[in-house]
Antibody, heavy 120, light 110 residues
């Protein structure tokens, strides 16, 4: 059974940094692209970033480019999101998601999310 | 910047059929955008219904189907049930590795 468990969320001051983790199990982690998607309180879904499984290529939304870094450790079956220069607009639930098939990058199977609050 | 558009709200009667759409503020949606659809109820993580235009995600009943209708992607729900009352989101591939979500449609079953 596929399981995705996000952690690392919390309260951080504007300008601060936070690293999110997503522990994966139940599938061959290294083969699948993994994504981060966020949802601000009361708002819709926003695609944040994706990292391919085979090549490790990374892609970002313009809203986070240059501030966030997605990475993965295939030996630990873990996905990361390093978030720097955080602002109030980054306050959201952050979901990690697995792609449905090898080679695809669209989010398919979702974790339960971790809440990031940026406030002074 | 191109915006992904969805109806803000829609209603359907129990047992009825509803088609939600996903468009672009500029241009037409095609299979090259690999449209995907998600269902989300309050307080829950999203659930994938459809990916790559018309492929149902694991465990999704065939009441849910995806297609391209005219210049938009479409999600059709047949035999609507009370627990279909949710927010529905589409996402489109914009190229260069980037995906963009639509603003979501709030579906009411009444």
């Amino acid at each position: 059974e596929v399981q995705l468990l996000e952690s690392g969320g919390g309260l951080v001051q504007p300008g601060g940094s936070l690293r999110l983790s997503c522990a994966a199990s139940g599938f061959i982690f290294s083969s699948y692209a993994m994504s981060w998607v966020r949802q601000a309180p009361g708002k819709g879904l926003e695609w944040v970033s994706v990292i391919r499984g085979s090549t490790g290529s990374t892609y970002y939304a313009d809203s986070v480019k240059g501030r966030f870094t997605i990475s993965r450790d295939n030996s630990k079956n873990t996905l990361y999101l390093q978030m720097n220069s955080l602002t109030a607009e980054d306050t959201a639930i952050y979901y990690c998601a697995k792609s449905p098939i090898v080679g695809a990058t669209v989010p398919d199977y979702w974790g339960q999310g971790t809440l990031v609050s940026v406030s002074s | 910047q191109t915006v992904v558009t969805q109806e803000p709200s829609f209603s359907v009667s129990p047992g009825g059929t509803v088609t939600l759409t996903c468009g672009l503020s500029s241009g037409s949606v095609s299979t090259s955008h690999y449209p995907s659809w998600y269902q989300q109820t309050p307080g829950q993580a999203p659930r994938t219904l459809i990916y790559s235009t018309n492929t149902r995600s694991s465990g999704v009943p065939d009441r849910f189907s995806g297609s391209i209708l005219g210049n938009k992607a479409a999600l059709t729900i047949t035999g609507a049930q009370a627990d279909d009352e949710s927010d529905y989101y589409c996402v489109l591939y914009m190229g260069s590795g980037v995906w963009v979500f639509g603003g979501g449609t709030k579906l009411t079953v009444l």
